[in-house]
């Protein structure tokens, strides 16, 4: 084990930079291996660019900084400039693994998790000591720099089945789920929802729906809820809607008895979500993962580019019956009048969904992720 840092514990480097659904889920782990074992060192890799500069130390954690590797999608001078950029993120890398006598990396994909694997990969730091590696793939399809880091890890880790990644030698990778922070998955919604409801301005009684498109917002979601507003009011539903920092959303009053309450950004999700009755929102790994924890009934409407994998995201949920999916294009101001509004009339039907996302989530998942990292430092392999 490692004495980085004055301490005779692990030393562990999380790699997840760059966007919140990459970082959150390593700070979770972070957070969980020093419930297990307070002597733990963790880094966090992360570049300039990535909110990894702010979430990291505001979370207490040390962060490294290391040159970001971003794959052209198109071909470009870019790509000409990529095996450089790729040399030189690596040799950072391998200098921070030094550093801090790193005995693990825990990758949760991205450019920044994929310089790490690399430098793992090329054998052995200068201590001569092999680090370890251990991966987490949080979507429903894996990305390339998690398909590279199994060909190396030690131990494979999914949020759910057939993901496309896999540890040598098995066909996929262990079920763990995402790892999510403390304070969701021990979010008691029912003891916090009168103080969660007057920190928005929201009423003590009354079905209450949550409108999120991340945090850039959604101008579909957008468009349908507050299309919807009258029936909503006069349905006696409020609404709590974060709608985006670059956005603006103008509604008319209709009930003051049922406000809708527009916001550009949530700063504390965990009351919003204690708020809530419903949800409407996208279906981003992080999300779907946050939201079966707590239990919330969702209407996921998945992002209409890529892959399709926030659809693969939400569906376990959706089929252990803990939510619906609407497509992006068919989320109007009708399909709220006519689908959301009943659902949040109906109590008995939210309490059913509710129960039912809470069994299809992971909420320990960041203490199983922590108890494996700790297993391969000691040398176990699946």
Known sequence: MSESGGSSGLSVVVAGGGTAGHIEPALAVADALRRLDPTVTVTALGTERGLETTLVPDRGYRLELIPPVPLPRKPTMDLLRLPGRVRASVRRTREVLDAVDADVIVGFGGYVALPAYLAAGRGLTRRRRRVRVVVHEANASAGIANKIGARIAARVLAAVPRSGVAARGHADAEIVGIP??????????????????????????????????????????????????????????????????????????????????????????????????????????????????????????????????????????????????????????????????????????????????????????????ARVVVEVAKGATR
């Open 180 to 369: 999510v922070r403390s304070s969701i998955t021990g979010l008691d919604r029912a003891g916090l929802r009168a103080q969660a409801r007057a920190h928005f301005g929201l009423p003590a009684d009354g079905p209450v729906l949550l409108v999120t498109g991340g945090s850039q917002g959604a101008r579909s979601l957008n468009e349908a809820v507050s299309g919807a507003a009258a029936a909503l009011a006069a349905a006696g539903v409020s609404v709590l809607h974060a709608h985006g920092p670059k956005n603006t959303l103008e509604v008319a009053r209709h009930n003051p008895a049922a406000p809708y309450v527009a916001v550009p950004y949530l700063t504390r999700m965990d009351l919003a979500l204690a708020a809530a009755d419903a949800t409407v929102c996208r279906s981003g790994a992080m999300t779907v993962a946050e939201i079966s924890a707590v239990g919330l009934p969702a209407v996921y409407v998945p992002l209409p580019h890529g892959n399709g994998e926030q659809e693969l995201n939400a569906r376990p949920v959706v089929a252990a019956g803990g939510g619906l999916i609407v497509a992006d294009a068919e989320l109007t101001p009708e399909f709220v009048v006519d689908t959301v509004v009943p659902l949040l009339r109906d109590p008995d039907r939210l309490a059913a969904m509710g129960a039912a996302a809470a069994g299809a989530g992971h909420r320990d998942a960041a203490d199983t992720v």
